[in-house]
Every structure is written in structure tokens, then in C-alpha cells.
């Protein structure tokens, strides 16, 4: 049962991680960001190249090059998220929200069949492993590259939000997220604050990307479509474009996937976590924490 | 039995009480005017008769039938129409279709009609299209009307919706503000138009802060301040009311230099003498000639 | 009264928006519809050019979610596949012609949008995304692990509507024609405005008596059974049906064909679904590139042309 | 070519052989494409070196099936217009099974390298045959093993795929008749994740002493290390389509040892090793998944139509119905009535210092 | 030296011309009211000079600098700021968020409390209502914190688009007070205000616009005193 519990924790703060990015770029230009996903994708990618390009990683290093790897990755996936914004969403910033999405779709094939061009349909095996000394605690095993990516996910989580309600760039983020007109009459920069978050976003999917190359080890050019689907899930139970939901919704989803498999077995799995999900939102329609809006008429 | 009944109305978020138990009628075509100052709780006690809101406490009676708790399309269809205070049109849609937006609820038509364009679909369909423009040609409105709704300025949005919600043909009407945003000659237009609905025949429910308009036009004025109200009864009768004027109309010393023009024009009697009335009344009957010439 | 705001269009242009406007431009396209296989019959040429029309019908099902009605709906290929296999199942399992499943699947289909829209239409359009995202998924899976629908690999043999590639082209085209049409009618018809009503402004149109939740409903099944035709078609043309054929790509590709045509406009989604079927057979040679390509000319296409590719006018013809 | 144009397919006696090739190169499979078409290309290559068949060259000719039914057909119809004689594609079984009627009608063989759900071969169609070893083939030398190595409790993992799923079930059967090892679970994994641990706590409460997972080499290799970085200490074994050095090296060291129900493969096929190197001199990778059964469907089809002396659908099937003893990695080449190979010719494998080597031929 | 100057302004939306050759202008510590009938172009002239519209020809310059094809935000920075038509609060932030983020460019976080703290004592009803979200208040309310949301903002040249619409007479009243009173402490004012008495009251000069250009300006009491504007504004004869 710990077990199940802990599983599910894990996988789920690999979803929360993806998902905070997402949530935040939803949250400010309600756009279902499907290259998101394929952003963490190429953060994997970058990670491997860098680590090839390097060399050779004697063990005990691992832990700093990874982090040394990271930081120049979410450099990088940043400003490809900076980028994509640019090319393929800024234009349309005033076309109807759904004309996005075909922008976004198509980013996330050119990013996924780029890759697939630069680097082959092949998966890739990370050079670089995490390997796994593990305890036992509470009956469950649990390993120390969990716990280390559990209080990275969680320090994340609660320093955006921080970020969000606190700040001055958060109030930003929210006042464009309800009207970019109005907002733009405050003296907010408008795009350089939605280049913020797409860099911000970007730089956690794409470190999110590193991390699971380093700790599953095999990374394709397709990894990021699936946890994308699952992010926007996430964050969607949540409570769209808040944090700590995001984060939760997260969780909330890896649970489900985790006793689903149990209970029902592998193949009944995301029946029965959708099947929650629908349930859950039919009863609270705007997600774990998502805020009740009552529009005045 | 009066058309409209509301009785102890309660209303709360939270901790705030934004009705605290109205109650007053509305008999069959009578105007009667809703005002108070600002957060008073007028808009939302709209919001209860309609069904957008659900009351905590109260009830609500249309001819006598009890319509608390019903959902917004319900009680628009036993025949009460709105405005929005902050203009609720279909943005994107042509004027003409929002207008149509009216005809929803007696035009007769089914899917069956519409797949095969069956005579009674032409039929319900050319009334429908009749209809709009008749009504838009009833509240004047200048702008075009084949166009998109948002592109029309802020005073003609005003007109649209009215008549929309006329299109209902409702017995009962609820205007939110409709003289808001309209200037002098405008409001007598608004005027010489809420004078023409009630020859409809149709009640309505005003809530303005347009003082000359209001005094005008209703055959009723309900005051309410935080909820509450203070004072019910003619038009005269509430202007001199203390308790009005502490709570929001202001003393007369302080407004003849500063007030509202509006106040002035029907309470000062040194400026526009007893015209305050007349010149409303004579704006209002040549208002259709005469907008064409102001624009 | 004429006002000085009132604009008038000159007849020329006016002229020329009335010829494009759908009913000139909707026989023009079926004329060139019908006759393409006088200029190319290939089985190829057919096959693709059936695949392109049962998309269109997928995507003005879809239009009248999400383009009428302003519902996102990311699982439309539910009731695809909910049509597809009902036809398949019925007409494997107890030999009955294609055509004889249709009633069945209008049944089902009408059901399935119940079941599916009942409890989740209250919801606010986001959380309906991911709610019917994941009715998708589950109507998927379940087809994947049930028997009756043959597990991962489905049901094969299904009969065809006709005989010959030809025919049936010929036969799809023309019940896509008559869905079309259907749509766009519903669209314009009372139904069909209140739809709009709901998707501009769910208050403003409770206020004028429009009961938004049974009107949402009423797009949501009408959606679902337009999408559970095109399904039998699909079973139809494909012989062989399996659940690789109604993943969330499909979904995300019908949508994709809504929007980039110009969401609620007939004949703005015909030609966006016919682009993005056929889209990637032109691209086909590309083989690993054909998707990267098909990206970059997505982008390219929406920047180019914001509003979609022939998007909906609000501006009436005045009559 | 329109109604009113008349045909005009290619298929007369001049001009290059066409053969053609629908495999996945874009979608979820995209991985595996490569691997059949640069086998294809390969056989094309050296028979064309030998002067080709009849005196007429061969040509591949290669379409995307994306694993998806409909791009399928159209690649099918594709193939059939472009006046293909033989197809010898066919990976994914739900794309594949909608294109049997097409290339029927247009009276094509079909050599199947990969795909090998029941249902292709339930149709009893004249034109179909399988060259890879089926699903019951599969299971029996997999049972056959299990068996030797005396494992008691098996845990039958598979991806909810129809190949993959008929090996698993079919497993399971032969482990449920009573007597000998006892089926433990058959557990499905959800294809294209990278955290499996729900699934393998799943398969660790039954206590297995023996798992065997039937899907590709991409989970293969990640259920693998995570098996074991949950403690598990028992035998694990995988199906065909994890046979692939990126199986050893996604898993890693916990990749050693594990084995593998495989047809021959040229590692393990005396006097092949010739063609992995050639192979990887020219591809600059070594062969992966189905690498050798498309280069053999290639080779066959050459054969059959040398041996019908045309290139006429219904001569190259009555051609390939009556081959025996084709030598194939497999193994010496007869159909079954079903159109099949009789027998799976399938060996042990097991990773060592992360490569697939011979383990037990199953004799 | 005037504080805006606006010179022979077109703006299009599509293929309506809304402003046709617009000009005006606002002196140093000047109100000056903007009247004319609905769909005049009054909005527009607002939102061309606050960048929110593009112009197709002509010129505005602020503070001796063209801001023409500036862009809104720069615009708020150099000390322009525009209490928008119809209100615009942020409706899911609270009043108080609300105003913080008027001042979002005012980096002295103890500036930004003061000038909060000072709209609060101006328009004490935002104050009750602090935590509210701002989308749930009255129009009224809304109308009050658009205002209040400015103010914190601290601009030279204030542009107001009907403030007193939808407020109680006694509250149009003290918005008028308000206004006269930041004028006082040296802001300018371009006012549009369909209550054109109440405007006139408090301005220094004044300009009817009709189809996109003005046709007549003036010192407000030259105003107050045309026939024209009483006939169709101010409702006397
Ligand atoms: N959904 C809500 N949540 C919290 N408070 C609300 C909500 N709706 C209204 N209120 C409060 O209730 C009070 C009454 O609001 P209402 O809109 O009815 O006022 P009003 O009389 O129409 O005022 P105005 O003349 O300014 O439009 C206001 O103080 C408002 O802030
Ligand atoms: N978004 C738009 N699209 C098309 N036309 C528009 C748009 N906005 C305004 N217009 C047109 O521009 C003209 C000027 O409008 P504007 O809103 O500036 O008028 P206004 O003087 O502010 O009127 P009001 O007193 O009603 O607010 C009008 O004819 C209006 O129809
Ligand atoms: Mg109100
Ligand atoms: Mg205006």
C-alpha cells in the first residue's frame, strides 16, 4: 500500500514538474501548449548531446554534472520556448483562442520530427545514470534520486507560486490572463511578460526533460507527447493556472494511475483515471483548487 | 393581483449582505424605478428576479405563479426580459441575430423544419427576420444592422439590447441603466422609448441614476440603500424624502453647484423652471426627428 | 430610417461575397467532388480522396461542437469510433448489411452523446476539454481490452457499402454532401443561432430563454451522431477497423480541420478538412519529413490567415 | 489515370520488378521503419548485384503506414497504383489487416515480415503469407523454456498491442494446463511511458520467479531495470520484438543475463555474421527488430518469382505455395496449408556483456 | 507648452472610418472636456493617443515627444494614463490587487501603499470593499476602482472616457471633486463625459466632435454658452 502510495507520488511529481510550465503558459494566454511536451522533449535531447559532447562522467561526479547540465539546458529549452512564442503565437495573439492551437500542433510535430531528423527515430540510452540506492521507509522503497526529485518538484511549486500571488510579475501574469488590453494600459509589457513565462515554463520542462533522461535512461523523440497530454491534465484538475493545484492535480493524477493499475490492472488504468477525473469534475467543476468564478452579468 | 411580487428578499456572499428583505410589485404596464447609490444591491435584485442569482431568503411571485430558485431561461419564458448593466450582447454576431435572440422563445420551428426547409421554417424564419427589424426600427437605432453587434459605439449597443429583450415580448421588461452613457438628447430619446414600451402595455422595471429620467418616467420609485429600502411610493413624494436625499440624492445646496445636471434639471427651480419636465417630455416626442439631426 | 453608421457594400464586392458565399461555392465543390474520378480514378487517387470526405464529414460534425456551439471538445473521435465499431460489430457478428447497422449506430451514437455531455456540460470550457479527452481515451481503451471488439487488433471483414472503390466514393460524397448540408441548415436554423447565443454569451442568452444546457446538449448529439455516420463509412471503406484509427491525434486533427478552416463556417471546415487529410499524402514522399513539414505548413498557413482558412462572416446579406 | 482514361498499369515485361513496402516511419512505431526498410534495401542491393530476377532489376518502393489503419490504406492503394508486383511490408496488425483486401483485388501477394496477429491468418487468404513465426509458435518455445529452467510462477507482461497481447495469452494458455508452471498474472503496460513501477509492484506481489514481456525493446528495457531496482532477483525473458542491442543498453547492467524467445538471427546463424557486418558498415547500426525477416521477405519474393518465371499475382503465389527448402534465418522455408511457416524456428537467446548470443537452440 | 497635441487624426476599423481628421489639444495642468454624440469617435480618439488603436494618419505628441506608434505601454511610462470605457477591472483580482496593479510601473513599493492608502481615503467604499474580487463589485464600484486604479499610477496627463457613468448623483458629484482635485496638484485631463453639465463645470476648455472631427471648441464657458452645445448637451434651450 505505501508502496502504491509512493509510486504514485513520484510519477506524479514528474507530471506536477511538466505540468507547472504548462499551467503557467495556459494560465496567462489560455493556450493548450502541445509543443510543451515536446519542449521537455528536446530538454532530454539537450541534456544527451551535452552529455556527449562532454564525455566521459566518472560516478561520483554525476550528481554536479547533472546539475551543471541542467542549468545550461533550461537555458536552452528557455529560450526555445521564448522562441516559439515569438514565431508561432505572438501573430496570433489577437485570432480567435483556438488558432493557437493549430500553431501549437504544429510546432509539436516540427519539434518532434525535427528531432526525429536530427537524431533518429532510434530511442537514445543516456550516458549519464542515476543509480539507485534505496531504503526502505514506511514499507515502501524509495530511492534517493526520488526523494532529491520530490523536494525539487515541491521547492518549484511553491517558489512560483510565490511568484505568482506575491510579485508584481505575478499580478502581471494574472492581469494578462484576464484582459492583455486593459493590462497593456497598467504599463505592462505584454509580450515581454508572456516571453518571461514561456521562458520560465520552458526552462522547467526542459530540466524536468534532463531529469527523467538521467533517471529512466531512455529518451525518443516522442517522450514528450504522452506527459504533455498528462500535464494539461494536470493542471486542469488542479485548477486551471494555479500553482499549488497544478501541483496536486499532479499527484492527484500519478495516485490515480497507480492504484487504477492495482486495482483494475494495467490495461483498465487510465479508465478508471479518467473515469475519477470526470466524476470528480462533474461534482466540483473547477478542479481541485481552481478559483470559483462568479461573473457578474 | 400585481404582475411582479417581490417579498422579503434576502441575498448574502459571505459575510455580506447585499439584499437584506426587499419587498414591492410591479403592477401590469406600470413603470417603476429602482435607485439607491452605488452597491445599494439594485443590479442584484434583478439578478434574483431573473434567476441569475438565488436568493437565500424571500420570494418571488410572477402573477402569483412562485419563481424563486427557477433557472434565467425558465423564468424568461413566462415573460421576463432584461438588460445587462454592463452590456451582455453577442459580440461577434450581427446585430440583426442578436435581436433574433428574442424570437427564441415563440418561434415555432423544429429540426426537422430546418434540415428540410420545410414552408414553415421560410415562414418562421421570414417573422423572425421581420421582427428584429421592427423592433430595432422601435428603439431607433441609427447604426447598421447587418454588421457585427460590437462594432456599434456604446449608446447604440444600448439600443440593441433593448431591443432584444423586446423581441421577447415579454410582459414584464428590466432595464439595468439604460440611460447610462447617453448624453442629453440621447436620454430623451430613452425617454420618449421607455414611454412607447409601456403603451406595449408592457411593465417595467427601471434601474437609473439619471434623476430627470427617473422622475419622469415612473409611475413608482423604490429606494433602496445597502439592501434595504427606504422609501417606495410617487416620484415627488420620494424626491423630498429625507431619508433619499441623505442617503442619495445629496441636499439641494450642495448639488446647485455642483450635482448632477440631471438632478438640476428637475429639481432646480431657478434654471429650467418647471421645463424640466416639459423640455424631457418635448425632446421625447420629436426624439425620432430630432436624433437624426443631433448625429 | 437610414443612418449615416449604415454601410453599404458596393455590388461588386457584394456580388462576389454572395458567390462565395456556401450555396454557389457548395455546388461548385461537389460538382469538382464528382467529377474528380473523370480525371484521376486511381485506387490511390479513390482511396484518398474517400478518406478526405469522411473527414469532412468528421469535421462539420465537430463544427457544430465547437464552431456553433463554442464547445472544445478534444475527444471528438469517441463517437467516431463508437459508429465504426457498432456498424462493425453488428454487421460481423450477425451478417448484417452496412447499411442495416445505420439506425443501431444513430440509436448509440445519440446515447453515447448523452452519456457523455449529461454530466459534463456544465463544465467551463477548459475542464470540458479535458473531460472529453478523456471520454476519448476511455471509449478507446475499452475497445482495446473488450472482446466483442476484437482487442488490440478489431474486427476485420466488415462489408463494404458498395462494390467497387468508385461507388462507393461516389455513395460517400454524396451522403458527406447531404451531412453538410444538414449542418449548415441546423446552423442557420433557430437551433443552430442558439447555439451562437450560447458560445458569445451563456447569461445574455439564458436571459432570452434559451435553455443553455439543453441546447449544448442538443449540439453535443447532434455532433455525435454525425460523427457516428462517419464512422460507418469509415468501417465501411476500411474493412477493418482497430483502435489505432481513434487515438487523440484523430481528435486533435478533426479539431485542427475546424479551426484552420474557420470555425463555424461550412464551407470554411470542408476546405480545412480537406487539407488536412490530404495534406500529408502530398507530403507523403517526404516519408520521415512528412510530418515536420506538415508542421511547418500548419504554422506557416495560420499566420498567413489568422481567422482560418475561409472564415465564418458575421456580416449578414442584407435582404 | 481517370474513368474515362482507362488503365495503363506498368506490370509488362520490361522495366525494373517493383516490390513494395508499407511500414511505419512516422507515429508511435516510426523507430522500427528504418530497420525493415534498410534490411529491404540491402536484399535489393545484393540481388541486384547478381543481376537481379529474370533479367530485370528489382525496385523497392516504401510507403508510411504510421501504424494507423487509414494511412495504411491509402499507402496500400498507393503501392497498387504505382503497379507493385509483390508487397513485402506489414508491421503493425491493425494496419496492416485493412490493406489484405486491397492488395487482393489487385491480385498482389503479400509477404508479411512482421505482423503475425491470428487474424491475419483466420481470413485463410490465398494471397497472404506470414514469414515471421506466429504468436502460438512463439508461446511454445517460450513455455518450452520456462519449463527447462524449472521456473515455477510466471509473470506474463505484455503492451496491450495485438502482437504483443496474443504471445502474452497465448502463454498463458499453454501455462494454465494443468501441471508444470503456474501463470501469475498477465499484466499490461501502457506502450510509450517511462515509469512503470505501478505496473512491476503490480507483478512483484505475485511473488514470480519469471517474467516474460512480450512487447518492444523501448519499455522492454526500462521494465527491465526497473524490475530489478525493485529487487526483483528472478529470470526474465523477452519476445521478439525486444530483440535489439538498445534493449541491453536502455537496461543497462541490469540488461545481463536476460533472455529472449527469438527466430535465428544471423548472430546466432553459422556463416551469417558476413551480413551484420555488412549491415553495419552500410547503415552505421546494427540490425534491430525485424531486420532479418524483411531482408528474407525481400529474398523470397525474389525466389518465388524467379521460380514462376513472371511476375503475375496468381504464378508468384502458386510460386511461393509450392517453395520448400528456401533457406531462410529462420530456417529452411515451407508454407503451412495456413500460409504460415511451419515452424517458428525459434531459439533462446541471452544478453551477454550487452549482446544477444545463443542460448539454447530448442531442439 | 501644450502636454498633448493631436493633429489631423484618421483611425479605420476595417472599413469604418471613425476619426477623420482629428485634432486637439491639452495644455499644461489644463481639463479639457471631449462631447459628442455616441459613436462620434470619442473612444477612439481616447484609445489612439493611449496606443490601444493604431492610427492611419496624422500625429500625437506628448510632452514634445511623437507617441504616435508608441505602444501602450511605453506611453503609461512616460505618464499618460487611460481609464478605459466600460471599466475593465481585473475581475478575478481583488480590489486591492486591483489598484497595486495601477501602479505596476512604480517600482517604491512604499509609494505604490501610499498612493493605495490615498485612493481608499478618496473612495472610501473601495476600501470595505479590499478583498473583494473585483469582478463581483457593483457598477459603481467598478467604475470607482477604474478610476482609483489610475490614480495610483501617478500620471501627468490624465485620459478619462465617461467616469461618471453608472455612479450614484452624489458619487458623480465627488468624482468630479476628485478630478478637479488631482488637476489641482498638476495633472492634466482629457475628459469624455456624456454628462456634459457636470464636465463643463469642472473644465477649462472643451471641444464637440462629430464623425471624427471636431467641430467646435472653446473655453467651457464659451461652450456653456453656444446654442448648439446647450441644444443637443446640456439640455436648455
Ligand atoms: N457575486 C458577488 N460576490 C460578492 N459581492 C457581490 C456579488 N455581487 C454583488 N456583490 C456586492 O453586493 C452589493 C450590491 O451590488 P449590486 O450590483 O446589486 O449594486 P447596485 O445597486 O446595482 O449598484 P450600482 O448602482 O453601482 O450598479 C455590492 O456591494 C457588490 O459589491
Ligand atoms: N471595434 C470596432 N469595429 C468597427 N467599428 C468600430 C469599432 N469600434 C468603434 N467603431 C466605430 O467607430 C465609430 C466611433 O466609435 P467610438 O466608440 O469612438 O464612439 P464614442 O464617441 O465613444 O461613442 P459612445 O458615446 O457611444 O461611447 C463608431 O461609428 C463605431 O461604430
Ligand atoms: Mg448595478
Ligand atoms: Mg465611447
Given at each position: ?52 559532447a ?26 526555445s ?32 520530427y ?13 550516458p549519464?545514470?542515476?543509480g539507485?540506492t ?61 516571453s ?40 486542469v ?6 500553482i499549488p ?42 478542479g481541485?483548487?481552481?478559483e ?6 | ?5 417581490v ?13 437584506d ?35 437565500t ?6 402573477s ?5 430558485g ?5 423564468i ?16 461577434e ?26 414552408p ?11 421582427q428584429?427589424?421592427?423592433?430595432l426600427?422601435?428603439?431607433?437605432l441609427?447604426?447598421?444592422?447587418f ?11 444600448r ?21 447610462a452613457?447617453?448624453?442629453?438628447g ?34 413608482r ?13 410617487r ?19 450642495e ?17 429650467t ?23 | ?8 457594400a ?32 486511381t ?70 452523446g ?13 475542464y ?21 471488439t ?7 471483414g ?5 462494390t ?10 454524396v451522403?458527406v ?22 458560445r ?13 444546457y ?28 482497430s ?19 474557420g ?12 487539407v ?15 510530418f ?20 465564418h ?7 | ?58 525496385e ?11 494511412t ?24 496492416t489487416l ?14 508479411i515480415?512482421?505482423a ?34 524449472g ?32 501463470a ?6 501502457t ?26 525493446f523501448?519499455?522492454g ?6 524490475l530489478?531496482?525493485?529487487g526483483?532477483?528472478g529470470?526474465?525473458?523477452v519476445?521478439?520484438g ?7 543498453s ?21 556463416g551469417?555474421e ?9 547503415f ?12 528474407d ?12 518465371g513472371?511476375?503475375?499475382g ?37 544478453v ?7 542460448q539454447d537452440?530448442?531442439? | ?14 472599413g ?15 481639463i ?11 473612444t ?19 510632452d ?59 473612495l ?6 479590499r ?36 455612479l450614484?448623483?452624489?458619487v458623480?458629484?465627488?468624482?468630479m ?5 488631482v ?34 471648441g ?16 446640456l439640455?436648455?434651450?
Open positions: 500500500m505505501s508502496q502504491l502510495i509512493w509510486n504514485g507520488l513520484f510519477v506524479g511529481s514528474f507530471y506536477a514538474l511538466v505540468a507547472l510550465g504548462y499551467s503557467m503558459v495556459y494560465g496567462i494566454m489560455k493556450l493548450l501548449n502541445f509543443a510543451h511536451g515536446d519542449i521537455y522533449m528536446l530538454g532530454a535531447f539537450t541534456g544527451f548531446a551535452i552529455l556527449g562532454v564525455g566521459g562522467i566518472s560516478p561520483g561526479m554525476a550528481l554536479p554534472a547533472l546539475l551543471g547540465v541542467l542549468v545550461v539546458t533550461m537555458g536552452v529549452t528557455g529560450l520556448g521564448v522562441l516559439l512564442e515569438r514565431v508561432a503565437y505572438r501573430p496570433l495573439r489577437n485570432a480567435p483562442r483556438l488558432s493557437l492551437l493549430i500553431t501549437a500542433v504544429g510546432a509539436s510535430f516540427t519539434l518532434e525535427g528531432m526525429r531528423a536530427a537524431a533518429g527515430a532510434d530511442p537514445q540510452v543516456y549519464l545514470r542515476l539507485g534505496s531504503a526502505e521507509i514506511l514499507g515502501a522503497r524509495i530511492t534517493l534520486q526520488q526523494i532529491a526529485l520530490i523536494i525539487v518538484a515541491v521547492a518549484l511549486m511553491v517558489g512560483l507560486n510565490l511568484l505568482v500571488t506575491r510579485t508584481r510579475e505575478g499580478r502581471a501574469m494574472r492581469a494578462i490572463a484576464l484582459d492583455p488590453r486593459t493590462s497593456a494600459l497598467m504599463g505592462i509589457n505584454v509580450n515581454a511578460v508572456i518571461r513565462t514561456f521562458f520560465l515554463g520552458s526552462a522547467l520542462a526542459g530540466a524536468a526533460g534532463v531529469m527523467a533522461g538521467a533517471y529512466y535512461g531512455k529518451i525518443d523523440f516522442l517522450m514528450g507527447f504522452l506527459i504533455g497530454l498528462k500535464a494539461f491534465t494536470s493542471a484538475i488542479g485548477g486551471i493556472g494555479n493545484g497544478t501541483m496536486l492535480g499532479g499527484l492527484l493524477l500519478g495516485l490515480l494511475e497507480s492504484f487504477g493499475t492495482f486495482w483494475l490492472g494495467g490495461e483498465w488504468r487510465d479508465v478508471f483515471a479518467f473515469g475519477v477525473l470526470i466524476l470528480f469534475l462533474s461534482v466540483r467543476p473547477t481541485l483548487l481552481g470559483r468564478v462568479t461573473e457578474r452579468v | 393581483m400585481s404582475l411582479l411580487s417579498e422579503d428578499l434576502r441575498l448574502s456572499f459571505g459575510g455580506l449582505l447585499a439584499i428583505g426587499l419587498s414591492f410589485t410591479v403592477g401590469e404596464a406600470e413603470i417603476v424605478s429602482v435607485i439607491g447609490p452605488n452597491g445599494a444591491g439594485k443590479t442584484s435584485a434583478f439578478n434574483c428576479v431573473t434567476g441569475f442569482y438565488r436568493p431568503a424571500g420570494r418571488i411571485l410572477l402569483g405563479r412562485e419563481i424563486t427557477m433557472r434565467p431561461s425558465g424568461a419564458g413566462l415573460g421576463v426580459s432584461r438588460t445587462f448593466q454592463n452590456l451582455r450582447l453577442f459580440g454576431m450581427s446585430v440583426l441575430d442578436n435581436v433574433r435572440a428574442g424570437a427564441h422563445l415563440w418561434l415555432r420551428q423544429n429540426f426537422v423544419d430546418a434540415l428540410l426547409h420545410t414553415r421554417y421560410r415562414r418562421t424564419e421570414r417573422e423572425c427576420t421581420e428584429a427589424h421592427h423592433w426600427d422601435f428603439v431607433g441609427r447604426g447598421d444592422r454588421g457585427e453587434a460590437r462594432a456599434l459605439p456604446y449608446g447604440e449597443q439600443r440593441v439590447e433593448i431591443a432584444r429583450a423586446l423581441a421577447r415580448r415579454p410582459a414584464l421588461l428590466l432595464l439595468d441603466e439604460p440611460a452613457g447617453l448624453n442629453h440621447e436620454k430623451a430619446e430613452m425617454l420618449a422609448l421607455i414611454r412607447r414600451i409601456r403603451e406595449l402595455g408592457i411593465a417595467t422595471v427601471l434601474i437609473e441614476h439619471d434623476m430627470g429620467l427617473v422622475m419622469e418616467v415612473s409611475e420609485v423604490v429606494v433602496l440603500n445597502f439592501g434595504r429600502e427606504i422609501a417606495d411610493g416620484p415627488e413624494d420620494v424626491r423630498r424624502d429625507p431619508a433619499v436625499i441623505e442617503a442619495y440624492l445629496g441636499r439641494d445646496d448639488d446647485d453647484e455642483d450635482d448632477t445636471d440631471d438632478t438640476d434639471d428637475t429639481d432646480d427651480t431657478d434654471d423652471d418647471g421645463k424640466g419636465g416639459a423640455d424631457g417630455k418635448g425632446g421625447a416626442d420629436d426624439g425620432d426627428g430630432g436624433g437624426d439631426g443631433d448625429a | 430610417m437610414t443612418a449615416p453608421g449604415a454601410t453599404r458596393p455590388a461588386l464586392g457584394r456580388a462576389a461575397s454572395r458567390l462565395l458565399d456556401s450555396r454557389w461555392a457548395g455546388l461548385a465543390g461537389l460538382v469538382l467532388a464528382l467529377l474528380a474520378p473523370f480525371v484521376i480514378a485506387p490511390y487517387a479513390l482511396s484518398v480522396m474517400t478518406s478526405a470526405a469522411i473527414f469532412v464529414m468528421l469535421a462539420s460534425g465537430l463544427n457544430m461542437v465547437v464552431g456553433f456551439c463554442g464547445l472544445l471538445d478534444l475527444g471528438y473521435v469517441a463517437f467516431f469510433a463508437v459508429g465504426a465499431y457498432t456498424s462493425g460489430v453488428l454487421s460481423t457478428r450477425l451478417g448484417l448489411p452496412l447499411l442495416a447497422t445505420v439506425p443501431v449506430v444513430i440509436v448509440v451514437t445519440v446515447i453515447a448523452v452519456v457523455i455531455g449529461a454530466p459534463t456540460l456544465r463544465l467551463r470550457s477548459d470540458l476539454a479535458i473531460v472529453t479527452l478523456g471520454f476519448g481515451e476511455i471509449i478507446r481503451i475499452t475497445a482495446n481490452n473488450l472482446d466483442v476484437g482487442g488490440p487488433s478489431g474486427i476485420y466488415i462489408p463494404s457499402l458498395a467497387s472503390p468508385v461507388v462507393f466514393y461516389y455513395l460517400t460524397v451522403i454532401s447531404v451531412a453538410v448540408i444538414g449542418a449548415s441548415r441546423l446552423g442557420r436554423s433557430r437551433l443552430g443561432r442558439a447555439w451562437r447565443f450560447v458569445e454569451d451563456e447569461d445574455a442568452a439564458e436571459a432570452m430563454g434559451v435553455h443553455t439543453k441546447i449544448k446538449l442538443a449540439a453535443y448529439i447532434a455532433g455525435a451522431v454525425w460523427g457516428g455516420l462517419a464512422g460507418v463509412l469509415f468501417a465501411g471503406q476500411l474493412s477493418a477497423i483502435p489505432g484509427s481513434f487515438t487523440f491525434l484523430q481528435s486533435a486533427l478533426v479539431l485542427m480541420a475546424v479551426v484552420l478552416g470555425m463555424g463556417s461550412t464551407p470554411g471546415v470542408v476546405v480545412g478538412a480537406i488536412i487529410s490530404l495534406l500529408p499524402e502530398v507530403l507523403r514522399d517526404f516519408a520521415g519529413y512528412r515536420f513539414a506538415f508542421g511547418v505548413l500548419l504554422i506557416i498557413v495560420m499566420l498567413v490567415r489568422p481567422q482560418g482558412l475561409w472564415p462572416r458575421s456580416r449578414e446579406a442584407s435582404s | 489515370q481517370g474513368l474515362l482514361g482507362g488503365d495503363s498499369q506498368a506490370g509488362d515485361g520490361k522495366g525494373p520488378i517493383v516490390l513494395g513496402m508499407l511500414i511505419p516511419q512516422s507515429g508511435s512505431e516510426a523507430a522500427i521503419g528504418p530497420y525493415m526498410k534498410n534490411a529491404a534495401d540491402l536484399a535489393v542491393e545484393e540481388i541486384n548485384g547478381k543481376g537481379g530476377v529474370l533479367g530485370r532489376k528489382l523497392l518502393k516504401v510507403a508510411d503506414d504510421a501504424c494507423d489503419a487509414q495504411a490504406v491509402a499507402g496500400a492503394n498507393k503501392l497498387v497504383t504505382e503497379g507493385v508486383q509483390v508487397s513485402v511490408g506489414g508491421y503493425c496488425s491493425g494496419a485493412p490493406t489484405l483486401p486491397i492488395f487482393g483485388k489487385a491480385n498482389i501477394p503479400m509477404i515480415p512482421a503475425n496477429s491470428q487474424e491475419l491468418v483466420d481470413q485463410h487468404l490465398k494471397h497472404v503469407f506470414l514469414i515471421n513465426g506466429t504468436g502460438s509458435q512463439q508461446a511454445t518455445a517460450a513455455m518450452a523454456w520456462i519449463t527447462k529452467r521456473a515455477k510462477s510466471v509473470a506474463l507482461v505484455h503492451d496491450n498491442t495485438s502482437y504483443s497481447k496474443d504471445i502474452a495469452v497465448r502463454t498463458q494458455k499453454l501455462l494454465d494446463e494443468p501441471g508444470g508452471p503456474e501469475a498474472i498477465l499484466e499490461a503496460v506502450p510509450k511511458e517511462s515509469d512503470y513501477s505501478a505496473n512491476i509492484n503490480n507483478i512483484l506481489a505475485k511473488k514470480p520467479d519469471f517474467v516474460y514481456w512480450t512487447g518492444y523501448q519499455e528495457g526500462l521494465i527491465i531495470r526497473q530489478r531496482q525493485s526483483y532477483k529470470a526474465i525473458m519476445g521478439d525486444s530483440v535489439s542491442e538498445k534493449l541491453a536502455i537496461a543497462g547492467d541490469a540488461g545481463e543475463g536476460v533472455f529472449a524467445t527469438m527466430t535465428q538471427t544471423p548472430d546466432t546463424l553459422q551469417a558476413g551480413w551484420v557486418a555488412s549491415y553495419t558498415k552500410k552505421g547500426s546494427a540490425p534491430g527488430p525485424y531486420t532479418n525477416q524483411a531482408y521477405g525481400v529474398r523470397l519474393a525474389a525466389e518465388a518469382i524467379k521460380n514462376a513472371a511476375t503475375d496468381a504464378k508468384v503465389i502458386a510460386a511461393l505455395e509450392g517453395i520448400d527448402g528456401f533457406q531462410m534465418f529462420s530456417g529452411p522455408l515451407k508454407f503451412t496449408p495456413d500460409h504460415t511457416l511451419s515452424a517458428g524456428g525459434f531459439q533462446i537467446l541471452v551477454k556483456s550487452g549482446k544477444f548470443a545463443l537452440a530448442l531442439k | 507648452m501644450a502636454t498633448l497635441e493631436v493633429e489631423a487624426l484618421d483611425v479605420h476599423y476595417g469604418v472610418h471613425a476619426l477623420r481628421g482629428m485634432s486637439l489639444t491639452v495644455g499644461e495642468g489644463e479639457v472636456a471631449l462631447l459628442g454624440n455616441n459613436g462620434a469617435g470619442k477612439t480618439t481616447l484609445s489612439a493617443v493611449s496606443g490601444l488603436v493604431r492610427p492611419t494618419a496624422g500625429k500625437i505628441v506628448f514634445g515627444a511623437d507617441v504616435t506608434r508608441a505602444r501602450p505601454e511605453a506611453i503609461v511610462r512616460a505618464g499618460l494614463v487611460h481609464v478605459p470605457e466600460g471599466r475593465r477591472v481585473f475581475s478575478t483580482l481583488t480590489v486591492h490587487e486591483n489598484l497595486q496593479i495601477g501602479g505596476y510601473l512604480v517600482r517604491d513599493q512604499a509609494e505604490i501603499r501610499k498612493r493605495v492608502d490615498r485612493v481608499y481615503s478618496l472610501p467604499r473601495l476600501a470595505e470593499r478583498t473583494q474580487q473585483g469582478g463581483t463589485l457593483s457598477g459603481g464600484e467598478q467604475q470607482m476602482l477604474a478610476i482609483g486604479r489610475a490614480l495610483v499610477s501617478g500620471p501627468r496627463l490624465l485620459l478619462l472616457d465617461e467616469p461618471s457613468m453608472g450614484a448623483p452624489l458623480v458629484a465627488s468624482v471633486e476628485l478630478v478637479r482635485e488637476n489641482a496638484e498638476g495633472v492634466s485631463v482629457l475628459l469624455v463625459e456624456q454628462n456634459a453639465k457636470a464636465a463643463l463645470k469642472i473644465a477649462h476648455r472643451g471641444y464637440v466632435i462629430e464623425s471624427g472631427a471636431c467641430v467646435l472653446g473655453s467651457a464657458r464659451d461652450l456653456r454658452g453656444d446654442s448648439r452645445v446647450v441644444e443637443a448637451y439640455g436648455g434651450l
